[in-house]
């Protein structure tokens, strides 16, 4: 079908053509959906933008993440104090230090710590000290910590808050997402029907051109036998101009339409597209009437919602002073040998135990209110974009509804009119040639026909766009998790 107008557009055109032979393609409105949401440009940036909200979440949880410490050294002690006994004098001390830990958060405001540590020490002193310290000694030690927030994050209500809001906020951007993948269907298919009413514009130029020029020969004929009236043939070469020029807009336009859409749907430049579309207009679909609280972009807003009320909780569990219980339990052990050292450790006789409150506050910015405040506010905001989201999505369905059933209405209308008028320019063009009709009033009739034509396309589009329109207000263009290129 495009092929045929190939030869009509420009001589650039042409000499590409001859270079390499384009490829085929069929289009229709399903098979346009399905190639942007495969392998569309725009698809592939919705997705991947959403990836990378992926990280907030795990952020959030990462502050529970267990860890683990180990630090080893040695260490060379040959230092002087200011109070020191002639056992220490000219004492060198060479130390391996080695300490590991384990230490996890829990969102029960809980903090859970093991700690393992080993020092090895040689000593070395002179002669001329008294009571030196034994030559070689090891220091085992192991211990338990817990702690516990008991006001402020009292037992965990700030972390519990904190993640759930991370959670809550990426699970309502995940359902935001379909919506605006249905907005990239929504325009491959405009720049579909886009494309297709600009191929029959020029089709029907072309058509209009043809139709012009056969009038000029007639009109010459007239004339030369002295039939037409004093204008007519200058008239109707005019017109026959304005159609000339028409061609070549409408080829513009039709080049331009083309090409945007091969680049939404991603496809090799140059792509010849044959477009199918229904002989008949479709009838306007009954459909069953859906809850508004069921549409993705009301549930989307109202985990938006929920998670700022969790952080609002969360807010207010820290506006408080911190007051934490803490424990520490440790066993000891050490001897010259360090197998004894470890066997004093493990038998626990020589424990210590620590058990305390500690308390934290913070003041001069009043910071915390502050916060509180601010979470106050955002949770308002989100509940008044939730009430005027169920409002708008009942009037935009109900909107949707009725601009379905004028462009349905449009469209049939729009085909009759295009019979009429090409019946009056038929009949307009014989009572012409009868010289029974001013020329004016069949250019008139001509352009009135040419126009009904490319309106009866466009109302075509317009049909199919406001039933993909609605059909998108009850997310039933595309489903919740569509199977796109990633």
Same mark, same amino acid.
């Given at each position: 079908?495009v092929?045929t107008?190939l030869?009509?557009?420009?001589?650039t055109?042409?000499?590409?053509?001859?270079?390499?032979?384009p490829?085929?393609?069929?289009?229709?409105?399903?098979?346009?959906?399905?190639?942007?949401?495969?392998?569309g440009?725009?698809?592939?940036?919705?997705?991947?933008?959403?990836?990378?909200?992926r990280?907030?979440?795990?952020?959030?949880?990462?502050?529970?993440?267990?860890?683990?410490?180990?630090?080893?050294?040695?260490?060379y002690?040959?230092?002087?104090?200011?109070l020191?006994?002639?056992?220490?004098?000219?004492?060198?001390?060479e130390?391996?230090?080695?300490?590991a830990?384990?230490?996890?958060?829990?969102?029960?405001? /809980?903090l859970?710590g093991?700690e393992?540590?080993?020092?090895?020490?040689?000593a070395d002193?002179?002669?001329?000290? /008294?009571?030196?310290?034994?030559?070689?000694?090891?220091?085992?030690?192991?211990?338990?910590?817990?702690?516990?927030?008991?006001?402020?994050?009292?037992?965990?209500?700030?972390?519990r808050?904190?993640?759930?809001?991370?959670?809550?906020?990426?699970?309502?951007?995940?359902?935001?997402?379909?919506n605006?993948?249905?907005?990239?269907?929504?325009?491959?298919?405009?720049q579909?029907?886009?494309?297709?009413?600009?191929?029959?514009?020029?089709? +029907?130029?072309v058509?209009?051109?043809?139709?012009?020029k056969?009038?000029v020969?007639?009109?010459?004929r007239?004339?030369?036998?002295?039939?037409?009236?004093?204008?007519?043939? *200058?008239?109707?070469?005019?017109e026959?101009?304005?159609?000339?020029?028409?061609v070549?807009?409408?080829?513009?336009?039709?080049?331009?339409?083309?090409?945007?859409?091969l680049?939404?749907?991603?496809?090799?430049?140059? /792509?010849?597209?044959?477009?199918?579309? *229904?002989?008949e207009?479709?009838?306007?679909?009954?459909?069953?009437?859906?809850?508004?609280?069921?549409?993705r972009m009301i549930?989307?807003?109202k985990l938006?919602?929920?998670?700022?009320?969790?952080?609002?909780?969360a807010?207010?569990?820290?506006?408080?002073p911190?007051?934490d219980?803490v424990?520490?339990?440790?066993?000891t052990?050490?001897?010259?040998?360090?197998?004894?050292?470890?066997?004093?450790?493990?038998?626990?006789t020589?424990?210590?135990y620590?058990?305390?409150?500690?308390?934290?506050?913070?003041?001069?910015?009043?910071?915390?209110?502050e916060?509180?405040?601010?979470?106050?506010?955002?949770?308002?905001?989100?509940e008044?974009?939730?009430h005027?989201?169920?409002?708008?999505?009942?009037?935009?369905?109900?909107?949707?509804e009725r601009?379905?059933?004028?462009a349905?209405?449009?469209a049939?209308?729009s085909?009759?009119?295009? +019979?009429?008028?090409?019946?009056?320019?038929?009949?307009?063009?014989r009572?012409?040639?009868?010289?029974? /009709?001013?020329?004016?009033?069949?250019i008139?009739?001509m352009?009135?026909?040419f126009?009904? +034509?490319v309106q009866?396309?466009?109302?075509?589009?317009?049909?199919?766009i406001?039933?993909?329109?609605?059909?998108?207000?009850r997310?039933?263009?595309?489903?919740?998790?569509?199977?796109?290129?990633?």
């Amino acid at each position: 079908m495009v092929k045929t107008f190939l030869a009509l557009l420009s001589t650039t055109a042409m000499q590409g053509a001859y270079a390499q032979a384009p490829k085929e393609i069929t289009l229709s409105q399903k098979n346009v959906a399905e190639l942007v949401l495969k392998q569309g440009s725009k698809t592939k940036e919705v997705n991947l933008r959403y990836q990378t909200l992926r990280l907030t979440p795990v952020q959030a949880l990462s502050a529970y993440d267990w860890n683990l410490t180990v630090e080893t050294g040695f260490e060379y002690d040959k230092s002087v104090g200011l109070l020191q006994s002639s056992t220490a004098a000219n004492t060198k001390y060479e130390r391996y230090k080695t300490t590991a830990s384990l230490q996890k958060n829990f969102t029960s405001g /809980t903090l859970l710590g093991v700690e393992l540590s080993r020092l090895s020490q040689k000593a070395d002193t002179d002669g001329f000290a /008294t009571n030196p310290p034994p030559a070689q000694q090891t220091l085992d030690s192991a211990g338990l910590i817990l702690e516990q927030a008991l006001l402020g994050n009292f037992f965990g209500v700030a972390d519990r808050g904190n993640v759930n809001a991370a959670e809550l906020t990426y699970e309502s951007q995940t359902v935001a997402r379909a919506n605006e993948l249905e907005d990239v269907v929504l325009d491959a298919i405009r720049q579909f029907w886009n494309a297709y009413v600009a191929q029959e514009s020029f089709k +029907e130029a072309v058509n209009s051109r043809d139709r012009y020029k056969k009038l000029v020969d007639a009109v010459k004929r007239k004339t030369s036998l002295g039939y037409s009236n004093p204008g007519d043939l *200058p008239q109707v070469q005019a017109e026959f101009e304005t159609r000339e020029q028409r061609v070549k807009t409408t080829s513009r336009d039709y080049l331009s339409s083309v090409e945007n859409l091969l680049t939404l749907l991603n496809l090799e430049p140059g /792509t010849d597209i044959k477009f199918e579309i *229904p002989n008949e207009i479709p009838p306007v679909p009954k459909l069953i009437e859906k809850k508004i609280e069921e549409l993705r972009m009301i549930r989307a807003q109202k985990l938006k919602v929920e998670a700022a009320k969790e952080s609002l909780a969360a807010a207010e569990s820290l506006s408080y002073p911190e007051l934490d219980f803490v424990g520490r339990v440790y066993t000891t052990g050490v001897d010259e040998d360090a197998g004894n050292s470890y066997s004093e450790v493990v038998s626990g006789t020589q424990p210590k135990y620590y058990m305390g409150l500690r308390f934290r506050y913070y003041f001069g910015s009043d910071l915390q209110n502050e916060t509180v405040i601010n979470r106050k506010m955002t949770k308002d905001l989100e509940e008044t974009r939730l009430h005027r989201a169920l409002l708008e999505a009942k009037d935009l369905e109900f909107q949707s509804e009725r601009k379905v059933h004028a462009a349905y209405a449009i469209a049939t209308s729009s085909k009759k009119q295009r +019979e009429f008028r090409e019946r009056a320019s038929q009949e307009l063009n014989r009572s012409y040639n009868q010289g029974r /009709t001013d020329i004016q009033i069949l250019i008139t009739a001509m352009n009135n026909y040419f126009d009904s +034509e490319v309106q009866y396309y466009r109302s075509l589009g317009d049909y199919a766009i406001a039933l993909n329109e609605w059909a998108a207000t009850r997310d039933e263009l595309i489903p919740d998790e569509p199977a796109t290129g990633k």
